[in-house]
């Protein structure tokens, strides 16, 4: 299972703020070569990139490349640099049709069947920014095993929507976004991460942070398994709503435990302290331990 409660982005043609990102405990670095670097400064961009991901020791952090559109020859000369760096991820801005991730898909197979490295080496993200991405949500998600994980774009989603982005607490202006993301990324089989959130005016950091909480509290209760990040103090806070509770381990484990020896000894139902354990609370707690290991996992390596 691959975590992924925090993606944090790494901008600017310079990615400055890189250092300071790698000393937090987020999942997933995402490096931006697209929204992030105007036209003059793509190229510089890819370079810098390049350079660092072949010098710099990022730990064990996925490594997640956003490039420009690939139906752009910037996109595809992205795929051509950054592919030998050997990047944990690409990711796809703008998801649409299905054809544009099966061309990235393809350019991806040659380069692992090129160097010799087994089918799916590299994943793929792809991101959801459009009303045309979001109706073609399961398509999009279910199109090829390379694709581990969708993600929302809600600055471009609702600019799109000719509505101005909410951080107003209980706002609904994405829900029906948000919940058939998930429910078409709960089918395929794939992660499904929630937009960032953040501010520039300091006013506003406070609020920001209590949103965000919020906010990320409903995106689990809805099935969201993470989030992009862009400031510093919010990995944390997000990580622990993301991660299953000592308590919730604890009785998933007894949930597990349970079952299992139930349905070893044969019996047709499995009860724990005179209940009856529904096969659905199983599944949800084998879920939940699954998540906790992986989880005990990363942080043992890191």
């Keep these: 299972m691959r ?21 937090t405990n987020t999942d997933a670095i995402q490096f931006d070569l697209e929204q992030h670097c105007p036209g003059p400064d793509k190229l510089r961009a890819r370079e810098n990139l390049c350079r660092i991901l072949k010098e710099r020791d990022l730990g064990t952090k996925e490594k997640i490349v956003r490039i420009n559109h690939p139906d752009t020859q910037m996109g595809i000369d992205d795929l051509d640099a950054i592919l030998p760096c050997m990047p944990d991820t690409i990711r796809i801005p703008k998801a649409e049709h299905v054809e544009t991730i099966l061309k990235v898909d393809k350019i991806i197979t040659e380069f692992e069947k090129k160097n010799k490295l087994p089918r799916n080496t590299i994943e793929i993200l792809i991101l959801l920014e459009t009303p045309l991405g979001i109706m073609n949500g399961y398509a999009l998600d279910s199109c090829c095993q390379r694709v581990t994980g969708v993600g929302l774009g809600a600055g471009d989603l609702t600019t799109a929507m000719h509505v101005k982005r909410s951080t107003r607490k209980g706002n609904i202006q994405l829900v029906y976004a948000k919940q058939k993301m998930v429910l078409d990324a709960k089918a ?21 942070k209590d949103f965000v909480r919020e906010d990320t509290e409903v995106d689990k209760e809805m099935g969201f398994t993470g989030r992009s990040v862009g400031t510093l103090d919010h990995v944390d806070m997000i990580n622990d709503i993301f991660a299953p509770s000592f308590q919730e381990v604890e009785i998933a484990r007894t949930i597990v435990t349970a079952y299992e020896k139930s349905k070893e000894a044969r019996e047709a139902d499995a009860y724990l302290n005179g209940k009856w354990i529904d096969p659905d609370d199983y599944v949800s707690s084998k879920y ?7 989880i005990s996992r990363k942080v043992k390596v890191c």
């Design 3 to 23: 975590v992924r409660r925090t993606l944090f982005w790494v901008n600017g043609p310079d990615f400055a703020n890189l250092d300071d990102v790698l000393k």
């Design 188 to 208: 395929a089989g794939i992660g499904v991460t929630d937009t960032v959130v953040g501010t520039n005016d300091p006013a506003e950091l406070a609020r920001i």
């Design 288 to 294: 939940i331990l699954e998540l906790a290991e992986a």
